[in-house]
């Protein structure tokens, strides 16, 4: 005996079909689409600090890599190797001091036309033959904060939100070392002071202070040997205290460096050790926080 069908017995599997067949379409598209949507922004910073302030804004939403992060490493005298090579290659915000300092950065960022390149010496008016020791000046790290955000809205606008508001938490954080800053400023107007690089002279200078060797510490930073004249006007200097204290840059070794850091302990002069890389375990605002601590304890001594 033939069985009859009733409309609902073939309308109901039809339609679980076709429910079940959307369901799975629409899963898929919307996988594919946070696929895309979600992929990984590559960022790239030759030195560990800017590469603490691109995380600040980035968040969650980037990678990021420093290539210079060990205190031991003069970024003079850096050579970078084929894998960083292919971090830059493959990275979509690259971030260069600029001004001489890192060459191989900048020219890496040249060859990689697709990223977006972000050059602190052009953010914060670097003018040729000036202090390209950048990430000193109070203004600087604002300055890339914001450059960082800009571009990361550029490549992905969906995150907008959230990029201005990580900016603006990073950057809350430096109310401390503001304070301290104002705080120097009235302490060191008017001081003068030796320097074996001009490491700390972008700070100093903003904070009222005067290098007296700036010859000396040029010749240094230049990796040269200062002239018999200017390492006598250091010792002058030291001998009559005309000065309040020494900036030594503890990454340069050289023997006349490390005479002339001994001269001024010797005659009574404090000594106060300025690196040019961050320490390790040490975020960039700790760093600046007591490197300038340093400082104002040593014109108490």
Do not use: C
């Not at 429910?19 to 379409?25: D, P």
């Not at 040249?110 to 950048?134: C, D, F, M, P, W």
């Not at 230049?222 to 900036?247: G, K, L, M, S, Y």
Request: aromatic content about 8%; cysteine-free; proline content about 3%.
């Amino acid at each position: 005996m033939q069985q009859k069908h009733t409309w609902w017995t073939v309308i109901v599997p039809l339609v679980l079909i076709i429910a079940v067949t959307g369901f799975i379409i629409n899963r898929g598209l919307a996988q594919q689409q946070q696929g895309t949507t979600q992929k990984s922004i590559h960022i790239v910073a030759s030195l560990d600090f800017y590469g603490e302030m691109a995380q600040g804004v980035a968040g969650k939403y980037a990678s990021v890599s420093s290539v210079i992060q060990n205190t031991k490493v003069d970024p003079h005298d850096y050579e970078p190797t084929s894998d960083v090579a292919k971090e830059y290659a493959a990275a979509d915000i690259i971030i260069s001091n600029g001004g001489g300092y890192d060459k191989w950065s900048s020219q890496f960022a040249q060859q990689n036309s697709g990223a977006k390149a972000i050059t602190v010496a052009q953010l914060t008016g670097y003018k040729t033959g000036g202090n390209e020791h950048l990430w000193y000046k109070p203004s600087t790290a604002r300055k890339v904060v914001l450059a960082v955000e800009r571009q990361l809205i550029k490549i992905d606008p969906q995150h907008k939100r959230q990029y201005t508001t990580n900016a603006q938490r990073y950057l809350a954080k430096f109310k401390g070392l503001r304070r301290l800053e104002r705080r120097a400023r009235q302490q060191l107007a008017g001081k003068r002071y030796l320097a074996t690089e001009p490491v700390y002279d972008n700070m100093l200078t903003a904070l009222g202070a005067q290098n007296d060797a700036h010859a000396f510490a040029e010749a240094v930073d230049a990796e040269n040997d200062p002239t018999a004249t200017e390492i006598r006007q250091w010792q002058t200097d030291v001998q009559n205290h005309t000065v309040a204290f020494v900036i030594n840059n503890p990454q340069n070794s050289g023997r006349l460096v490390k005479s002339a850091v001994a001269y001024a302990r010797q005659h009574g002069v404090p000594v106060v050790n300025i690196t040019e890389t961050k320490p390790a375990g040490e975020t960039y605002i700790q760093w600046q926080t007591k490197e300038l601590r340093a400082v104002l304890k040593a014109l108490q001594q």
